[in-house]
């Protein structure tokens, strides 16, 4: 069974860092190479939004214009892992941060929740 584990959430300052990893396992018939990574994000009282998304040989990378040159996304899929590196941050980047792997199918992991504030 996959399973997608996100962590590196926490209270941050505005203008301060923070570094997501999602460890994938379970990927026994197709691999964790195979898929795609995506972050989103829902912040309370909103829709779930896209953030970021690695292609699975990690060349490719798109972001939300609202996170661009300042979040970058990773992967190594040596260890199933994934991550997001959070620069710059907003208090609008407050919010549940979820990663998703994407191929035939879609997973989804609990998510870990960002909170920037002074």
């Known amino acids: 069974q996959v399973q997608l584990v996100e962590s590196g959430g926490g209270l941050v300052q505005p203008g301060g860092s923070l570094r997501l990893s999602c460890v994938g396992s379970?990927?026994?018939?197709?691999?964790?190479?195979?898929?795609?990574i995506n972050w989103y994000r829902q912040a309370p009282g909103k829709e779930r939004e896209f953030v970021a998304v690695?292609?699975?040989?990690?060349?490719?990378?798109r972001y939300a214009d609202s996170v661009k040159d300042r979040f970058t996304i990773s992967r190594d899929n040596s260890a199933n892992t994934a991550f997001l590196q959070m620069n710059s941050l907003k208090p609008e980047d407050t919010a549940v941060y979820y990663c998703?792997?994407?191929?035939?199918?879609?997973?989804w992991g609990q998510g870990t929740q960002v909170f920037v504030s002074p």
């Open positions: 998703n792997a994407r191929w035939t199918t879609n997973y």
């Open positions: 379970g990927f026994t018939l197709t691999p964790f190479s195979t898929h795609d």
């Open positions: 690695i292609h699975g040989n990690g060349t490719r990378t």
